[in-house]
């Protein structure tokens, strides 16, 4: 078929090889406008940007649709059907409406679960223990249009939201290509959601990372594992923040100790939480300091009885 592929993230790049792999005719990719990252506030393409250009692809990158010049230049691709993976942006209806096979969009959830900006971040959160990919046709919702297929996995007790979002970038890529074969042979068509099991997965903030040490182990693990790398979770040490980066769930039970309270279980690094269990502590990074050991942490502060983690206020 003759694509136009939208993608911005990391998450987009499979999807995108595996389109050309598939001997599909890639007109363009569409990827949002380069922008200054990190301390040096450097211009980075983004990844699908890289990616795009290292197959031979041109690349488009407007900074909004509304222009009449960008419109005509998706007009000029032709394309029968857009691919939409982790683009980043609300599209217009005319856009919507323009190819013959309409757009379709590859979500990181098991739709209509966590509709929106961070599917994979809020399973993780949550403690779900499955999840997915899906690709449906997108409307002029916020991921409400009809889905065609749907793939499932079993999220592991340890995983990440960087290592998960990678396994089902591969999942995904492999369900768009199937996907599209089935449009082009009109042998699918997509199931409309049900709205009463619809829940939302918004952009994550700062705060998302803000933990309270009364909630218990597992959950917090859970927000630990979720909100890498960004916005990590986060606590207050010695009037300094501090970013958990790596935790475990050590099923010890922290008797008679009040929830922040800094221990050590088999010469581990541990917090208790508030359902009575030491929480290990793996990998920290305070203030102005690079990422160590939970052990290395410790030797590093010289920890004192009395030392504890607290929860960083909301605004």
């Not at 980075?44 to 290292?54: C, D, R, T, V």
């Not at 999942?171 to 997509?190: C, D, F, H, K, Y």
């Not at 508030?274 to 300091?289: F, I, T």
Request: some cysteine; overall charge neutral; aromatic content about 6%.
């Amino acid at each position: 078929m003759r694509l136009a592929f939208m993608g911005t993230a990391a998450f987009a790049v499979p999807s995108l090889e595996a389109l050309v792999s598939a001997r599909h005719s890639v007109t363009a990719v569409v990827t949002q406008p380069d922008r200054p990252s990190g301390r040096g506030r450097r211009v980075h393409f983004s990844p699908i940007k890289e990616a795009a250009l290292s197959l031979g692809l041109g690349v488009e990158q407007p900074e909004s649709f509304k222009t009449e010049r960008i419109r005509e230049t998706i007009e000029d691709l032709s394309a029968e059907l857009i691919v939409v993976v982790a683009y980043g942006k609300i599209l217009p209806a005319w856009l919507i409406e323009l190819p013959c096979y309409g757009i379709v969009n590859l979500h990181g959830s098991l739709l209509p679960k966590y509709r929106g900006a961070s599917p994979i971040n809020r399973a993780i959160a949550n403690g779900d223990a499955v999840t997915g990919v899906c690709t449906m046709q997108i409307d002029e919702g916020m991921d409400t249009g009809p889905v065609y297929f749907c793939e499932q996995t079993e999220i592991a007790h340890d995983e990440t939201a960087p290592l998960l979002a990678n396994r089902l970038a591969q999942l995904g890529a492999s369900l768009l290509v199937r996907t599209l074969v089935a449009i082009e042979q009109g042998s699918v068509n997509p199931t409309p959601q049900d709205e009463s099991l619809a829940s939302m997965a918004p952009r994550l903030r700062k705060e998302d990372g803000y933990i309270d040490w009364h909630e218990s182990s597992k959950a917090i693990h859970n927000k630990v594992r979720a909100f890498l790398p960004w916005p990590s979770v986060v606590v207050g040490f010695r009037g300094k923040t501090c970013r958990i980066l790596s935790s475990q769930c050590s099923g010890a039970v922290a008797e008679n100790c009040e929830p922040g309270t800094i221990g050590f279980v088999s010469n581990r690094l541990t917090v208790s939480c508030g359902d009575g269990r030491w929480l290990e502590l793996n990998r920290l990074q305070l203030e102005n300091k690079n990422p160590v050991s939970g052990i290395d942490f410790a030797n590093g502060v010289r920890l004192v009885p009395g030392d504890r983690f607290t929860a960083v206020e909301r605004p």
